[in-house]
């Protein structure tokens, strides 16, 4: 005979048995089990900013069925943000967001889950490279207040570093570099990845107080000034035995290269290998391309194999120096520039099509007939048709290229052209200015009073940079659109194809709501707006 507990088993088996399978609900049916990224992972964005994309992940069930209305937690290490600071999903399970980034150059991870306790469960991660934003201070690092002797190359570099206004280090950025006396190797230099932009200081024959700047446009702290006392005493020397060719075209290897040897003060030869020499440009400017620093040979020798001076047409001298020894000055050069040829050089317009107010780069690169580079050109672009802005370039570098850009404040097509040295080059490149799209800062919505129990319709009316109503729509996913207040939502926007949206929400309660629009995350004019529901 079974025992009272095997009967209320069987029985219940038997229950569950007469139940339809649909009506059959399990606790976790309807739970959230799963988190997945849909879009906006693996992003690039300046530091302290908000990602140009929005992140977009979907929340499941265990049946991988959406899980609507589910507030949405996050898990940000550092000072960065989520916007708006609620976000529920949609009937699709998903859930729409800005991250603004922290003020951390380097990699970011957000976690994106539901809230379960103290933590996310289930949860995802997005990550996101932060990259540091424009140079706000330059600061001395190293190299300040040296003694070394006159005439000799200080033993320590001098150092300067550029920091964005979060203090994350901007690499790629050109320091000018400038000395009252002596010679700096290399007269200016771009920034490393920890942002420092380092030179080696060559102290002018007098002795006393010498001085060095360091310097960046628009920087605070800049210019930075380094100090050096020089001494008197006898240096070994360097003395060049092979001097650089008389005469160059400009950016070609010179024909014959210098070589330059060690020697004491006395004049007596130095057999000393390692002792790395470096040749700069000392008077008539451009730049030095090839191997500029050269170690001596078992007899004390430098040779070097492959320098050329790029620039305008001039003369020029050289420089050759190395820590310890007084530094030896090259004769003079005269440099040349070559004749450009019209089919050799080039012309390139990217991108080829273009929004209203919107730049095309304009590269001209100008070659010889043997279709060799030539520095030191001056070049000049035009554009064909009215309401154009042109930035012209500078002249050519090292590489023969020259950049420059243009935009348009009218619609069409553009002819662009160039000239090189005054010689006009065969190739053009063909650029259309086309109408542009939203702009947030001169888009706006209508925003009604609302009504208890009923929807409150808002209209987003999209303008051009110009202030334009724009009478076209594909922009519907860019507009975000959040309430708050004694009603909350993130309603759709729906493209009315003709430059307006439209986003409605349903009202419960009476009060007044905060309605956030954003075009990419930026605010629209006029945003948040206020609704009064009655």
């Known amino acids: 005979m079974p025992t009272f507990r095997s009967f209320c088993q069987v029985t219940i088996v038997f229950a569950l048995a007469g139940c339809a399978a649909d009506s059959l609900v399990l606790p976790s049916e309807g739970a959230p089990s799963r988190v997945a990224v849909i879009a906006g992972s693996g992003q690039e964005g ?20 959406p899980v609507v209305n589910q507030q949405v937690g996050f898990g940000i290490t550092g000072d960065g943000r989520v916007v708006p600071a609620v976000v529920l999903t949609d009937g699709e399970g998903m859930a729409r967001f800005s991250w603004v980034l922290g003020t ?4 970011q991870t957000l976690e994106v889950g539901v809230t379960s306790g103290n933590s996310l469960s289930p949860k995802t991660n997005i990550d996101a490279m932060a990259q540091p934003g424009p140079v706000h201070a330059m600061a001395l690092i190293g190299g300040d207040s040296q003694t070394g002797q006159a005439g000799g190359a200080l033993r320590d570099s001098l150092v300067v570093r550029l920091a964005d206004k979060y203090g994350n280090p901007v690499p790629g950025e050109l320091v000018t570099w400038e000395a009252s006396a002596g010679v700096l190797a290399p007269p200016s230099t771009r920034t490393n990845g920890s942002g420092e932009s380092s030179v080696h200081w060559t102290l002018g024959s007098g002795v006393g107080n010498q001085i060095v700047t360091a310097s960046y446009p628009g920087a605070s702290g800049s210019p930075v000034i380094f100090t050096a006392t020089a001494t008197p005493g006898a240096s070994p020397r360097l003395v060049i035995v092979t001097q650089p060719s008389s005469s160059a075209q400009s950016g070609l290897r010179f024909a014959q290269q210098p070589a330059v040897r060690l020697e004491s003060a006395q004049g007596t030869p130095l057999s000393t290998s390692g002792i790395a020499v470096s040749v700069a440009i000392s008077t008539g400017g451009g730049s030095l391309s090839g191997t500029t620093t050269v170690l001596t040979d078992g007899n004390g020798f430098s040779q070097f194999t492959d320098l050329a001076i790029s620039g305008s047409s001039g003369t020029r001298t050289l420089i050759f120096a190395a820590a310890g020894h007084t530094a030896a000055i090259s004769d003079p050069i005269s440099v040349t520039l070559n004749s450009p040829s019209s089919s050799q050089s080039t012309l390139t317009a990217s991108p080829q099509t273009v929004a209203l107010g919107e730049s095309s780069i304009i590269t001209v690169t100008a070659r010889d007939a043997s279709g060799n580079p030539i520095a030191g050109l001056s070049v000049s672009i035009s554009v064909s048709g009215s309401g154009n802005s042109i ?5 050519t570098n090292a590489s023969g290229v020259a950049v420059g850009s243009f935009s348009g404040s009218t619609t069409g097509s553009r002819t662009i052209s160039a000239t090189a040295g005054g010689v006009a080059i065969n190739q053009t490149a063909t650029v259309t200015v086309t109408a542009s799209g939203p702009v947030a800062s001169k888009s706006y919505a209508i925003v009604p009073g609302g009504q208890r129990f009923s929807f409150t319709t808002i209209t987003i009316v999209s303008q051009d940079v110009q202030g334009n109503p724009l009478t076209r729509g594909g922009y519907a996913s860019h ?5 708050t207040g004694n009603n909350t939502s993130s309603p759709n926007v729906v493209d009315n194809n003709d430059g307006t949206y439209s986003a409605s929400y349903f009202t419960l309660f009476k009060g007044t709501d905060q309605v956030a629009i954003t075009f990419d995350g930026i605010p629209i004019q006029g945003s948040p707006y206020k609704s009064k529901v009655k």
């Not at 900013?49 to 979907?58: D, I, N, Y």
């Not at 951390?104 to 990699?107: E, H, I, N, P, T």
């Not at 507009?479 to 309430?483: A, D, Y």
């Open 46 to 65: 300046e530091a302290g900013l908000a990602l140009s994309e929005s992140l977009v992940v979907k929340i499941t069930d265990g049946d991988d069925r």
């Open 104 to 107: 951390s150059a380097g990699s």
């Open 391 to 395: 930035n012209q370039p500078s002249s």
């Open 479 to 483: 507009f975000q659109v959040s309430v």
